[in-house]
């Protein structure tokens, strides 16, 4: 069948013309590049400045300690919500001439997520990507099933200015970073940062998540943790349509039934997503401000196309996916895996759902979920955080 073509002459204008305005945006900016570097400051942000997360809070906090008289800055877009990281950084706001003045005099920059294509960055200046997918399934930039014009313009501004991007799998760094964005420059295969708390022990964490959330902890409880991703796009985000949600108790009952706890839900839903879920037992867990931490601290995952699916694998917990919306997702979104090949058991409807989880088999999982992290070729260690640190730390010299 002909695929229609979907680059009109209307759309192909409108990327062309914000491709220009970016151009001449970025090139008047390059005004404040008459401020001197200053090779003691790092930024970072993270999610375009909406949290203090992710890989660049785990690497901002170890460079604090291995340099703590280095300046420190994080952009966030409402800096109040965190004043108590004021002691050891210093907070800036996102958006304005102050984020401008930053964002061009640090040495070192740092963020998961792609930058404003209008800011310049300096030959002198590092900007490293952490990116924040670290094992993918829905497909990203020129790989995406229903493709964008503007991609061909943003990309190509964008890689201009990335020093190196760090690097999850070796299937990352090829399907991802190279074929997906086009980006043909250093990589560095050293692991999530936010991945090295999995991978080691977490006691800590754990009773610090039971306590934030009020949880009273024991022997028989339990976490179980529903992480969706978004549909749609960044700009129009939103979640599955009430019809075609799970029941929550239902769900918890036959958790309780198979692993022989009392579970606790929780749910997060994706940094673009308004929150929308029913049920009585259900705890907010949005606003927590770090995800590996619940996945630390969770026993079970359900999630249906995010990331964190491949994070939480690496302890080998029960993971499952709930998709009832899987045909429409893979034909406008697009998978770079085929979904049933994974280890997760995967459901399109709540009797699926619920089997799944009554017929699951710890010994089978870990024997699949062994093979699924030996085709994505992981580099994910528990130094992942020290081996970026060290490169950081090279390029201040």
Known sequence: MKVKNKFTISN??????????SIVIMNTL??????PINKNRILFFSFDGKQYSDNPKYISQYLHKRLPKKEIVWAFLEPEKFEY???????VQRKGV???????????????????????IRDKQILLNTW???????????????????????????????????????????EVFNNSFGYKGNVLDYGMPRNAILLGPHKEIINKVYKYFGIEQNNNCGIVLYAPTFRGDFRSSRFLPSKMQFDVEKCVECLNQKFKKKFKFLFRAHHTMSEAIEGNSVIMATDYPDMQEL?????????????????????????????PDLESYIQNRGFYWDIRSLPFPLSQNQNEFY???????????????DKYLLRLGTYES????????SWIINKLQ
Request: charged share 20%; hydrophobic share 40%.
């Open 382 to 389: 528990p130094d992942s955080v020290e081996k970026t640190v």
């Open 295 to 323: 996945l630390c601290a969770a026993d079970v995952l359900i999630t249906d196309y995010s990331s964190c699916m491949g994070d939480i694998a690496l302890m080998k917990k029960p993971t499952f996916l709930y998709a």
């Open 30 to 35: 390059k005004i404040f590049w008459i401020l």
């Open 132 to 174: 924040h997918g670290g094992s993918p399934l829905k497909t990203v930039g020129f790989s995406e099933k229903v493709p964008v014009f503007y991609n061909k313009f943003f990309y190509k501004m964008q890689n201009r200015k990335y020093s190196a991007f760090l690097s999850s799998s070796a299937f990352m760094t090829e």
């Open 85 to 91: 990281l004021e002691e050891i950084y210093h907070l």
């Open 355 to 369: 089997n799944a989880i009554n017929s699951f088999n710890q010994k089978r999982y870990e024997r699949e979920v």
């Open 98 to 120: 102050q984020f401008i003045k930053e964002f061009v005099t640090a040495k070192i920059i740092v963020t998961n997520n792609h930058v404003p294509t209008y800011l310049p």
């Open 12 to 21: 192909r204008l409108k990327a062309y013309l914000k491709y220009i305005a």
